[in-house]
């Protein structure tokens, strides 16, 4: 019974147009198991979406254990389901993720990383 809320919308022409389309959406939702780094779930973040992540090491370290959403137990359909029905119908909870993500998502912001790579760069160097 999903039809009525959720889309899949295959693949995007270019990656603007996914962030269009991105934005429309209420939540971010990544089942994945294996991931490098999760830039997604930082995309996700500055959309101003929830996420609702799996358990994976790169997404737990990401969210500092889940701040700004919430995450379930990899490969657990059922607890993924519990997460996302929180979520859309909890709106206090919903609202407060939204609040922890906005400050989580400065530590990602690429002008404030390259600044203080070049003062610790500078630093070391005097």
Do not use: C
């Not at 295959?10 to 962030?19: D, F, R, V, W």
Request: charged share 25%; no cysteine.
């Amino acid at each position: 019974n999903l039809a009525d809320n959720v889309k899949f919308f295959g693949s995007y022409k270019n990656h603007e147009e996914m962030l269009r389309e991105a934005k429309k959406a209420h939540i971010f939702v990544s089942a994945s198991t294996v991931e490098g780094f999760g830039i997604t779930v930082i995309e996700g973040m500055a959309l101003g979406l929830p996420s609702i992540i799996s358990d994976i090491k790169p997404f737990l370290e990401i969210t500092k254990n889940g701040v700004g959403g919430e995450i379930f137990e990899q490969n657990n359909a059922a607890d993924l389901a519990q997460k996302i029905k929180l979520q859309l119908t909890n709106k206090r909870s919903y609202q407060q993720k939204v609040k922890e993500e906005q400050q989580l998502v400065k530590d990602y912001d690429w002008g404030d990383i390259f600044s203080t790579y070049i003062q610790n760069i500078t630093g070391a160097v005097q």
